[in-house]
Nanobody
């Protein structure tokens, strides 16, 4: 089993930056694809970004391309989401997810493990 714990959320003004962290425990996720999703009130959970196990291949939602980056440090079993130029529409609960695969899926159904989420609120 894999346990995921997100941190780094908060309340910021538009244009600010935040870095989210997702710490994995239970077993190493060094061979897992890791993803970030978000869910705003009244909306479905949506894909944000994902990174393959070696940290070489990444995918991003069109809405965050050029503003967000994803990275990982397998030595400490942690994945990061650097969010720059934040907008009010980025407000959501952000979830970390993991799946043992060589590909980089973008659908919620593809991921096996999920964290509890961290709230990000961007004020205008």
């Amino acid at each position: 089993q894999v346990q995921l714990v997100e941190s780094g959320g908060g309340l910021v003004q538009a244009g600010s930056s935040l870095r989210l962290s997702c710490a994995a425990s239970g077993q190493t996720v060094s061979t897992y694809t890791m993803g970030w999703f978000r869910q705003a009130p009244g909306k479905e959970r949506e894909f944000v970004a994902a990174i393959n196990w070696r940290g070489i291949y990444t995918k991003f939602a069109d809405s965050v391309k050029g503003r967000f980056t994803i990275s990982r440090d397998n030595a400490v079993n942690t994945v990061y989401l650097q969010m720059n130029s934040l907008k009010p529409e980025d407000t959501a609960v952000y979830y970390c997810a993991a799946v043992s695969t060589m590909v980089v899926p973008t659908t919620t159904s593809a991921y096996d493990y999920w964290g509890q989420g961290t709230q990000v609120t961007v004020s205008s």
